[in-house]
């Protein structure tokens, strides 16, 4: 399951105090923005820090309303969240007096229409699905970080979400693991068919994830380029996909287009 997204001529702008005089001002985070995402697709999103990549998934999320401009999800436009949507963070949000299985029963008990036994067995398939079927009845302080971030992506998927939205999932992870879970979640993905929306600051997981990568550039907020990446992910199991020439060439390409771009903050500083 899986749904389409068009932004188009989306523009964000806050409403920020001012250092000196305190005085409140506009600030334009997102301006003139447009991004379509077919269904079933994985786009991840880079820019320069601040340029307004979290402010994207509030959006397509909608838990944030846009100032200008339109969001639609299969054409109807995104008036609020919904369970067709499932957002991932940085930090486990795990609830700590609750097991792994049971994590997952509570957001599918707030969905509703699943029997007891019936959730049971949902969040059974789904920890297997992330590899923690052992797991299932440890509490988040007896799981490591990668499996709490795997419980999290489990509780997401277990709605079955047509489109599954990751602020930095793994920024918080060690090198190996976060290597680790980005094969496994291609492989979740390509099993799910969900539609993934992808935030990182890391160029080689945006190349490693995205079927395109979309680099934003900062203030106000837009896309600068999209781009398309070949790799045949296939070969992922026996091949070091990341040594390979094409990989080089599309992070090269990426690292030029956020190298072109100043810090966001330290504009801001200069209009100050
Ligand atoms: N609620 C808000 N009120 C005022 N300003 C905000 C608000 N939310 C975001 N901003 C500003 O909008 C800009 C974009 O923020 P956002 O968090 O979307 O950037 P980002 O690209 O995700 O940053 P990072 O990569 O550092 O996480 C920033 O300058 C931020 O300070």
Not at 3 to 17: D, K
Not at 45 to 70: E, M, Q, W
Not at 138 to 146: K, T
Request: net charge negative; glycine share 8%.
């Amino acid at each position: 399951m899986s749904s389409r997204i068009e932004l188009r001529n989306v523009g964000q702008t806050f409403w920020v105090r001012g250092d000196e005089d305190k005085k409140l001002r506009e600030f334009v985070a997102l301006d003139g923005l447009d991004l379509d995402i077919a269904a079933g697709e994985f786009l991840t999103l880079v820019g320069p820090s601040g340029c307004g990549k979290s402010t994207v998934l509030d959006l397509i999320s909608g838990l944030a309303a846009p100032t200008s401009g339109s969001l639609t999800i299969d054409g109807a436009p995104i008036t609020g969240p919904g369970l067709d949507r499932s957002v991932v963070f940085q930090q486990y949000t795990l609830l700590p007096w609750r097991t792994a299985a049971s994590n997952i029963e509570f957001a599918l008990e707030a969905k509703g229409g699943l029997s007891r036994s019936e959730r049971a067995a949902v969040a059974r398939e789904y920890l297997d699905l992330v590899g923690l079927g052992e797991f299932a009845n440890r509490y988040p302080h007896e799981l490591s970080g990668g499996m709490k971030q795997r419980v999290a992506i489990a509780r997401s998927l277990s709605y079955q979400p047509q489109v599954l939205l990751m602020d930095e999932p793994f920024g918080a992870l060690d090198a190996q693991t976060r290597e680790r879970l980005q094969e496994e979640l291609i492989r979740i993905w390509e099993h799910t068919g969900t539609t993934v929306v992808f935030i990182t600051h890391d160029i080689e997981e945006a190349v490693f994830l995205g079927q395109r990568v979309a680099v934003m550039s900062g203030r106000p907020g837009r896309i600068k380029e999209i781009v398309t990446v070949s790799l045949d992910r296939s070969a992922a199991a026996e091949t070091d996909l990341r040594a390979t020439p094409e990989f080089a060439h599309h992070r090269h390409h990426i690292w030029s287009l956020l190298r072109q771009q100043q810090p966001v903050a330290r504009q801001e500083l200069a209009h100050v």
